[in-house]
DNA sequence: ATTAATTTGCAAGAAATGTGCAAAAAGTTC
DNA sequence: GAACTTTTTGCACATTTCTTGCAAATTAAT
C-alpha cells in the first residue's frame, strides 16, 4: 500500500491544487526533512509554482492537518517532513545532509529527571550534528 | 571561586567595554538561556546599551571565543548561554520558561544506530517540551 | 454551467539577524 | 597622561525567513 498524496488530501478535506499535491509528494518521497525555500525550488523548476509564500501556506496548512511536522534546526531554518513515526535527526556540519534516526529511547531516559523538575514532557526534540560517512572518509579538507 | 566576567575577557584577549562587560555577566549570572533581545531589553533598561547590534555583535565574539553556546527553539529564535558542562533543556510551552538538565547519556544511547549509519556525532542537541510544575498545576487554561 | 468557497500570485510587512561607516571609547606607547 | 592606534558602539539600512491583504484564478458544489 503505496502513500498516495490525493487520498490524504481528500482524507483531510484540502482541496486539490497542483502545488498543494505536488508539495505533499515531495514530501512523501523525500527521506530527509526539507526546508520551505527547498521545497519551494523544486516546484518553481518543474514550473508549479511561483511564490514562496504559496508554499509556507500549504506548509502550515499540513502541519494544521497533523499530515506533516515541522523542527528548527541550529542554522535558525525550520525542516518540514511527512509524519512517519517518531524518530530523530542526525545533520552532517559539512555537506549538511540530513538523515533519519528510526529509533528512541530519550524520554524514558530522562524521566527521572524531568519528574524531578516536576516538569511534563509533551515533545521533545534531538538532533545529533555530525560528519557523514562521504564527508568523514573524504581526503579533501 | 567566583566565576567573573572581566577574568574571562582579559583572558581571551577582549576589551573590556560597558555592553561587553554586562552582557557577559548576565550570561554568566542567568540560569537558563536567553535570546539575543531578552538580553538587549535588560541592558537597555540598564541605559547601558542603545542597539540591538551591538548585542548580536558581542554574543558572536563570546561563540568564537567559545565563552558561550548556542541553539536554536523550535520557535526559530537562537538562545545564548555561558558555558557550563553538557546538559540539555526543558521549555515549558505555556510559560515559555527553560531550565536545564544537567546530566546527559544520549549519545551512548544512540552510539549503535548512529555507528550503522557510517556517522561521527560532533554534537547532539535536545531539548524536551511540556509543561512546567507551576503551568501544569494552574487551574486556569 | 453557474455559483460559492478556496487558493494562488503578487506586493508589501514583520521579526531576527547582519553590515558599512563615522563617532566614541578602549588599549598602547612614549 | 597626552597622542596614536585599534576596537567597539550607535545608527541606518540590508538580508533572510516567514506572514498577510487582496484581487484574480482555480477548485468544489449545485
Request: with cysteine.
Amino acid at each position: 500500500m503505496k502513500i498516495n498524496a490525493l487520498d490524504i488530501l481528500k482524507e483531510k478535506g484540502l482541496s486539490n491544487t497542483g502545488p498543494r499535491k505536488r508539495i505533499l509528494e515531495i514530501l512523501i518521497g523525500d527521506q530527509a526533512p526539507l526546508s520551505a525555500s527547498e521545497v519551494f525550488k523544486k516546484l518553481e523548476f518543474e514550473g508549479l509554482c511561483h511564490n514562496e509564500s504559496t508554499v509556507y501556506r500549504n506548509l502550515q496548512k499540513f502541519l494544521e492537518a497533523e499530515i506533516i511536522q515541522s523542527f528548527t534546526l541550529n542554522d535558525g531554518i525550520a525542516r518540514f517532513e511527512f509524519k512517519k513515526g517518531h524518530h530523530h535527526h542526525i545533520v552532517c556540519i559539512k555537506c549538511k545532509k540530513m538523515d533519519c534516526l528510526n529509533l528512541c529511547q530519550v524520554e524514558k531516559l530522562f524521566d527521572e529527571a524531568i519528574k524531578k523538575h516536576g516538569f511534563m514532557p509533551v515533545s521533545h526534540h534531538l538532533e545529533f550534528y555530525g560528519l557523514c560517512k562521504g564527508c568523514s572518509t573524504s581526503p579533501l579538507k
